[in-house]
């Protein structure tokens, strides 16, 4: 009859490290690469999503911001983590889809450097003015900008941001020249729009939403396909007589490339139980999220449409990293 140590070593024997290790998984915290600017908008929604996936793991959750070079620093550091499940990464589709296409050579593929393990929200986007821009529609702002060609500036958060590409397509689809000030991120762009020293942008809903309440900048259009719940007043902008014109977002989760398949099953698990929660449901919706987890099948099959999409829209705007 086997010896009770013996057994216990029988047992261990049997117990597969893929299989332990995702029982166990996790047993420290795990850092989240955030390669954008603390304070931008998915910085703030990911907060909210991985503070209750924190609580329910039993560990915590680190963002790790490294922004820089739109996002390609840390978005390179990332894809050389160790896959076991203690490093993610918050990717968004500037990152995956954008980027890709304005530069001539990055050092990761969108579409199979990285583990996809869900979609987390999609952002959604205003077109904003200060009040010290003379105009309250869209309609007026085009022939503004079309009687003044180059007079007013526009900021984003860089060369390539999403809120450039949202400008470059909404300059292409109305014939205005607007003069394009980009800023070393997001943030600082926001804010100077906020104070006055820029009177335009479009911006992250989230980015905006308590100074629109305020009275401190306009909405004159949603950005999306349909109005925003938060503003059901703003039009979007292809009601405002730009038809067909549709910008949003979204944010998502990634592992590194070969993480096991129990561990990134269990992330994605927490990442639903997560979104399904009522309080940070109402916390991402009341700041212009619209929520949407999914497999990481279609996070893969969303990726590789909107790289091609956007490859469509960077070459028919013109835009070029300089």
Same mark, same amino acid.
């Given at each position: 009859?086997?010896? =009770?140590?013996?057994?216990? /070593?029988?047992?261990?024997?049997?117990?597969?490290? @893929?299989?332990?290790?995702?029982?166990?998984?996790?047993?420290?915290?795990?850092? %989240?690469?955030?390669?954008?600017?603390?304070?931008?908008?998915?910085?703030?929604? %990911?907060?909210i999503?991985?503070?209750k996936?924190?609580?329910?793991?039993?560990q915590?959750?680190?963002?790790?911001?490294?922004?820089?070079?739109?996002?390609?620093?840390g978005?390179?550091? /990332?894809?050389?983590?160790?896959?076991?499940?203690? *490093? $993610?990464?918050?990717?968004?589709?500037? &990152?995956?889809? %954008?980027?890709?296409?304005?530069?001539?050579?990055?050092?990761?593929?969108?579409?199979?450097? /990285?583990?996809?393990?869900?979609? !987390?929200?999609?952002?959604?986007w $205003?077109?904003v003015?200060?009040?010290?821009?003379?105009v309250?529609?869209?309609?007026?702002?085009?022939?503004?900008?079309?009687?003044?060609?180059?007079?007013?500036?526009?900021?984003?958060?860089g060369?390539?941001?999403?809120?450039?590409i949202?400008? @470059?397509? =909404?300059?292409?689809?109305?014939?205005?020249?607007? *003069?394009?000030?980009?800023?070393?991120? *997001? *943030?600082?762009?926001?804010?100077?729009?906020?104070?006055?020293?820029?009177p335009?942008? =479009?911006?992250?809903?989230? $980015?905006?939403?308590e100074?629109?309440?305020?009275?401190?900048?306009?909405a $004159?259009?949603?950005?999306?396909?349909r109005?925003?719940?938060?503003?059901?007043?703003?039009?979007? !902008?292809?009601?405002s007589?730009?038809?067909?014109?549709?910008?949003?977002?979204?944010?998502?989760?990634?592992?590194p490339?070969?993480?096991p398949?129990?561990?990134a099953?269990? #992330?994605?698990?927490?990442?639903?139980?997560?979104?399904?929660?009522?309080?940070?449901?109402?916390?991402? !919706?009341? &700041?212009? =999220?619209?929520?949407?987890?999914?497999?990481?099948?279609?996070? @893969?099959s969303?990726?590789k449409a909107?790289?091609?999409?956007?490859?469509? #829209?960077?070459?028919?705007?013109?835009?070029?990293?300089?």
């Amino acid at each position: 009859m086997p010896s =009770f140590k013996h057994s216990l /070593f029988a047992i261990a024997a049997m117990c597969a490290p @893929a299989v332990c290790g995702a029982q166990s998984y996790p047993t420290k915290p795990i850092t %989240m690469i955030m390669p954008l600017q603390a304070a931008s908008s998915v910085d703030v929604g %990911m907060r909210i999503v991985t503070q209750k996936m924190a609580e329910s793991m039993g560990q915590q959750i680190v963002i790790d911001n490294q922004p820089g070079a739109a996002g390609l620093i840390g978005t390179e550091r /990332f894809m050389r983590s160790t896959p076991d499940g203690y *490093t $993610l990464a918050t990717l968004n589709d500037s &990152i995956l889809t %954008m980027i890709p296409n304005l530069y001539k050579k990055v050092a990761y593929d969108p579409v199979k450097s /990285f583990q996809p393990v869900s979609l !987390v929200a999609y952002n959604t986007w $205003l077109l904003v003015t200060h009040p010290s821009l003379p105009v309250k529609s869209t309609r007026e702002l085009v022939a503004l900008a079309k009687a003044r060609p180059g007079d007013i500036n526009y900021a984003s958060g860089g060369n390539g941001s999403p809120q450039h590409i949202a400008m @470059a397509m =909404f300059e292409a689809a109305t014939g205005a020249k607007m *003069t394009h000030v980009p800023y070393k991120g *997001t *943030t600082q762009a926001t804010l100077d729009v906020i104070s006055g020293h820029i009177p335009i942008m =479009f911006s992250a809903t989230s $980015l905006v939403i308590e100074q629109i309440r305020d009275g401190k900048i306009h909405a $004159l259009a949603a950005g999306g396909s349909r109005r925003l719940a938060l503003l059901p007043k703003v039009p979007t !902008v292809a009601e405002s007589g730009v038809p067909g014109f549709d910008f949003n977002t979204w944010m998502s989760i990634y592992a590194p490339l070969n993480t096991p398949k129990d561990v990134a099953l269990r #992330i994605h698990s927490e990442i639903l139980k997560a979104l399904a929660l009522p309080d940070v449901k109402e916390r991402l !919706v009341s &700041i212009g =999220f619209e929520i949407d987890g999914s497999t990481p099948e279609k996070l @893969a099959s969303v990726t590789k449409a909107r790289l091609e999409q956007m490859q469509q #829209i960077i070459k028919g705007a013109g835009i070029v990293i300089q």
